[in-house]
């Protein structure tokens, strides 16, 4: 199986493959105005741009509560700065498998594929997981 953005991140220097992935997500104009629910709150991005400065992802979100539609984006979230950005999501039938031993010595080993939308989800979830509880 291919991987668009994995395979080209092969002889980069870790400056150079954050750069690239967090250009890459930042092309992805269709997800402006995506939105992704969580619990009582839709979360929807409204900006998403490729920070140069940091050579990292910027992300700006506007969150409503679902029952009334009001905005309750909570102060000081935006913008998300995600240097860096993952571009690899857990799935059991995926096809890259990543295996490491911790420090006690136990193997571990994940599953999973490349999903640049599925993990600029899991990203935007994680950035307001503490400030909607």
């Known amino acids: 199986m291919t991987h668009p953005i994995s395979d080209e991140l092969v002889g980069l220097t870790p400056a150079?493959?954050?750069?690239y992935k967090a250009a890459a997500m930042a092309a992805m104009a269709d997800m402006i105005g995506a939105s992704v629910d969580r619990g009582a709150f839709r979360i929807?991005?409204?900006d998403l741009d490729y920070y140069p400065v940091?050579?990292?992802l910027r992300i700006r979100i506007r969150v409503n509560r679902i029952s009334n539609g009001n905005n309750v984006t909570p102060a000081g979230v935006n913008p998300?700065?995600?240097v860096n950005p993952p571009i690899l999501i857990d799935d059991p039938a995926g096809d890259i498998v990543?295996?490491?031993t911790d420090r006690q010595g136990v193997e571990h080993t994940?599953?999973?594929r490349e999903d640049l939308r599925a993990a600029l989800r899991e990203v935007i979830r994680d950035a307001v997981k503490d400030a909607l509880t």
């Open 110 to 112: 994940r599953v999973l």
């Open 44 to 46: 929807t991005i409204t």
């Open 80 to 82: 998300i700065i995600v």
């Open 16 to 19: 150079e493959r954050a750069a």
């Open 98 to 100: 990543r295996t490491w």
């Open 54 to 56: 940091r050579d990292a």
